[in-house]
T-cell receptor, first 112, second 113 residues
């Protein structure tokens, strides 16, 4: 089955700086890689996703890159703001397998 | 759309009692997922329904756990009897298409004493 590792477990940045979170996966058949943001007391919120036929995807200050050869993908947040502070989860799944595996999460703190 | 709705938001019960968690998926979504989140194990998929039919329940921890989806707008997760180790936050998520673009509910925080 799929195994997803996520680093770092905690990340602290100054407001305005960039933040990068990295994940690796084990199953080369995985082809869908979403990122979720979870604020305290709330459910995970889908913020961006990428499919294996795309190498990079961007949505305003958030971007995700995928390297299928190396089996890793990353979340990039630019011009961070205090409201970006949350726990971020990466995940990976294979389209015909509904078992989406999540990384352990990264607690991002953006200091004003 | 109101998003995925879960109830109750908090549940405190004593060991041995039956617990029922409820979920209303986003209208039009045909896939529904139940997850459990704990500090030790993170987010774990318990069971997945497609068009109201259970497809994969390999994540259900044991026979004390059961889930049903009687129609497209309602699902339940039942624990009977409950044990302290079942304490966790339980999330329901739904999507248009299997694992893609899952939208999570606010969760039910279950505490079993």
């Amino acid at each position: 089955g799929e195994n997803v590792e996520q680093h770092p477990s905690t990340l602290s940045v100054q407001e305005g700086d960039s933040a990068v979170i990295k994940c690796t996966y084990s199953d080369s058949a995985s082809n869908y890689f979403p990122w979720y943001k979870q604020e305290l007391g709330k459910g995970p919120q889908l913020i961006i996703d990428i499919r294996s036929n795309v190498g990079e995807k961007k949505d305003q200050r958030i971007a995700v890159t995928l390297n299928k050869t190396a089996k890793h993908f990353s979340l990039h947040i630019t011009e961070t703001q205090p409201e970006d502070s949350a726990v971020y989860f990466c995940a990976a799944s294979f389209s015909n397998n509904n078992d989406m595996r999540f990384g352990a999460g990264t607690r991002l703190t953006v200091k004003p | 759309d109101a998003g995925v709705i879960q109830s109750p938001r908090h549940e405190v019960t004593e060991m041995g009692q039956e617990v029922t968690l409820r979920c209303k998926p986003i209208s039009g979504h045909n896939s529904l997922f139940w997850y459990r989140q704990t500090m030790m194990r993170g987010l774990e998929l318990l069971i997945y329904f497609n068009n109201n039919v259970p497809i994969d329940d390999s994540g259900m921890p044991e026979d004390r756990f059961s889930a049903k989806m009687p129609n497209a707008s309602f699902s339940t997760l039942k624990i009977q009897p409950s044990e302290p180790r079942d304490s966790a936050v339980y999330f329901c998520a739904s999507s248009f298409e299997r694992a893609y673009e899952q939208y999570f509910g606010p969760g039910t925080r279950l505490t079993v004493t």
